[in-house]
C-alpha cells in the first residue's frame, strides 16, 4: 500500500491540488523541495517523456513512491504551441504573466480560438518499476485576450472552460477539480490505486 508519495513538482498549485485529491486515500504527498530534490531536466518532445523522465528522477533520489505530471496547453492555430514548453513559453525565468501575453500576441486578429490543457501523469513505485502507472486527462477550452479570476496559476486566466464559459482563474477549486485535465488524470490514476488496492487485499 503507497501512503506517501513525493511529487516531483516545485509548482505549489500542483500540490494543493494533488493533496487534496489524494487526502482521501490516506496518501500523503511531499514536494521533492522538501527533500532538497532538484528539478529534473525535461528534454523531450512529448508529455510522457517527460513525465517518466521526472517520476524517475525523484523516486532515485528520494527511494520512495514518485508523482510527476507533465502538462501543458496547446493551442489549435498555434499548430499545438506551446505544448510542453508550455511553463517557459516566454523564456526564462519562468512567468505566467509572459507566458499569457505571449499567447494572446500569437493570437491577434485569429478566429479560431480553440485550445485545449492536456495532463499525463506517471506514479513509480520504485526507480526501476517496470509498469508506472500513467493516466491521462484533457481540458477543451478557448483563449480569451482578456484575463478574468483571481485563482488558478498558468494559463487559466485567459482560458475559457468550453462547457461553463468559466476561466479557470475564476472556477472554485472543486468545479476546477471537477472539469480540468488535472482533476481527469487524478481521477483515472485513482481508479488505478484503487483497483491495486483490492488485489493486495
Same mark, same amino acid.
Given at each position: 500500500?503507497?501512503?506517501?508519495?513525493?511529487?516531483?513538482?516545485?509548482?505549489?498549485?500542483?500540490?494543493?491540488?494533488?493533496?487534496?485529491?489524494?487526502?482521501?486515500?490516506?496518501?500523503?504527498?511531499?514536494?521533492? /523541495?522538501?527533500? @532538497?530534490? #532538484?528539478?529534473? &531536466?525535461?528534454?523531450?518532445?512529448?508529455?510522457?517523456?517527460? !513525465? *517518466? $523522465?521526472?517520476a524517475r528522477?525523484?523516486?532515485?533520489?528520494?527511494?520512495?513512491?514518485?508523482?510527476?505530471?507533465?502538462?501543458?496547453?496547446?493551442?489549435?492555430?498555434?499548430?499545438?504551441?506551446?505544448?510542453?514548453?508550455?511553463? /517557459?513559453?516566454? @523564456?526564462? #525565468?519562468?512567468? &505566467?504573466?509572459?507566458?499569457?501575453?505571449?499567447?494572446?500576441? !500569437? *493570437? $491577434?486578429?485569429?478566429?479560431?480560438?480553440?485550445?485545449?490543457?492536456?495532463?499525463?501523469?506517471?506514479?513509480?513505485?520504485?526507480?526501476?518499476?517496470?509498469?508506472?502507472?500513467?493516466?491521462?486527462?484533457?481540458?477543451?477550452?478557448?483563449?480569451?485576450?482578456?484575463?478574468?479570476?483571481?485563482?488558478?496559476?498558468?494559463?487559466?486566466?485567459?482560458?475559457?472552460?468550453?462547457?461553463?464559459?468559466?476561466?479557470?482563474?475564476?472556477?472554485?477549486?472543486?468545479?476546477?477539480?471537477?472539469?480540468?485535465?488535472?482533476?481527469?488524470?487524478?481521477?483515472?490514476?485513482?481508479?488505478?490505486l484503487n483497483?491495486?488496492?483490492?488485489?493486495?487485499?
Amino acid at each position: 500500500m503507497i501512503s506517501r508519495l513525493i511529487l516531483a513538482s516545485t509548482n505549489p498549485g500542483k500540490l494543493r491540488e494533488f493533496s487534496r485529491l489524494l487526502e482521501p486515500l490516506g496518501i500523503a504527498i511531499v514536494a521533492q /523541495r522538501e527533500l @532538497g530534490i #532538484p528539478d529534473a &531536466d525535461e528534454p523531450h518532445a512529448t508529455f510522457i517523456e517527460n !513525465a *517518466l $523522465a521526472k517520476a524517475r528522477h525523484a523516486s532515485e533520489v528520494a527511494k520512495w513512491p514518485a508523482l510527476a505530471d507533465d502538462s501543458g496547453i496547446c493551442v489549435d492555430a498555434l499548430n499545438g504551441a506551446p505544448g510542453v514548453q508550455s511553463a /517557459r513559453y516566454a @523564456g526564462e #525565468p519562468k512567468s &505566467d504573466a509572459r507566458n499569457n501575453a505571449k499567447v494572446v500576441a !500569437a *493570437l $491577434a486578429g485569429a478566429a479560431n480560438r480553440r485550445a485545449h490543457y492536456y495532463c499525463v501523469l506517471v506514479l513509480m513505485r520504485s526507480v526501476d518499476d517496470p509498469q508506472p502507472l500513467i493516466a491521462e486527462g484533457t481540458w477543451w477550452g478557448t483563449i480569451a485576450d482578456e484575463a478574468r479570476g483571481a485563482s488558478g496559476f498558468g494559463y487559466d486566466p485567459h482560458f475559457r472552460d468550453a462547457e461553463s464559459g468559466m476561466s479557470g482563474a475564476e472556477m472554485p477549486l472543486d468545479l476546477k477539480n471537477a472539469v480540468s485535465h488535472r482533476g481527469k488524470a487524478m481521477r483515472a490514476l485513482i481508479a488505478c490505486l484503487n483497483e491495486l488496492r483490492e488485489r493486495e487485499r
